[in-house]
T-cell receptor, first 116, second 114 residues
Framework: AQKITQTQPGMFVQEKEAVTLDCTYD???????LFWYKQPSSGEMIFLIY??????QNATEGRYSLNFQKARKSANLVISASQLGDSAMYFC?????????????FGKGTKLSVKP | DAGVIQSPRHEVTEMGQEVTLRCKPI?????LFWYRQTMMRGLELLIY????????DSGMPEDRFSAKMPNASFSTLKIQPSEPRDSAVYFC????????????FGPGTRLLVL
């Protein structure tokens, strides 16, 4: 079974509108971390936002927020006021276990296209 | 502050040749990761180090792949001999152990094996 599922291979959003990118995860650990990365066409992986499993508040970073629903095991990324520069691949990732346990498990990504 | 540095950014080589990819992690970070990204398999962890010691190399595809970290500021990933199926983007990432432990990625090396 996939640990990280991103069900939207591609999405379109109108400039200045908000968009939600879905991510569900599967783990039996109580302590874990959830991350979102952006990969523009230039190829680099850019860290956007982090949510710890024990964090009670949803994480926010500027126009990015993470809608964390622990019981449903979902960690959706919300981008407000979309900009043309937001067009990119977006990856959800999970680190299982507490502490520096090692690697991130990535989803297959969602390609977001922002229309002018 | 300098981020993770990788070299070369692009590499084109012929099948059978040795390829060496290089990575300089963010200064002070104590974990280093090597990932491979392909269209078919997405992002996969190859190996990671903690304080220069390899911790998990279960993702290394086969004996043709080897990785070293001789000191805290340098790591290499070597493929010998290279094959066309090794064509991919190879990322290096580093993190500092703590609460959040975000991995910061380098720009990647785009490898094409002909």
């Amino acid at each position: 079974a996939q640990k990280i599922t991103q069900t939207q291979p591609g999405m379109f959003v109108q400039e200045k509108e908000a968009v939600t990118l879905d991510c569900t995860y599967d783990t039996s650990d109580q302590s874990y971390g959830l991350f979102w990365y952006k990969q523009p066409s230039s190829g680099e992986m850019i860290f956007l936002i982090y949510q710890g499993s024990y964090d009670e508040q949803n994480a926010t970073e500027g126009r990015y927020s993470l809608n964390f629903q622990k019981a449903r095991k979902s960690a959706n990324l919300v981008i407000s006021a979309s900009q043309l520069g937001d067009s990119a691949m977006y990856f959800c990732a999970m680190r299982e276990g507490g502490g520096s346990q090692g690697n991130l498990i990535f989803g297959k990504g969602t390609k977001l296209s922002v229309k002018p | 502050d300098a981020g993770v540095i990788q070299s070369p950014r692009h590499e084109v080589t012929e099948m059978g040749q040795e390829v060496t990819l290089r990575c300089k992690p963010i200064s002070g970070h104590d974990y280093l990761f090597w990932y491979r990204q392909t269209m078919m398999r997405g992002l996969e962890l190859l190996i990671y180090f903690n304080n220069n010691v390899p911790i998990d190399d279960s993702g290394m595809p086969e004996d043709r792949f080897s990785a070293k970290m001789p000191n805290a500021s340098f790591s290499t990933l070597k493929i010998q001999p290279s094959e066309p199926r090794d064509s991919a983007v190879y990322f290096c990432a580093s993190l500092l152990a703590g609460i959040q432990e975000t991995q910061y990625f380098g720009p990647g090396t785009r490898l094409l094996v002909l």
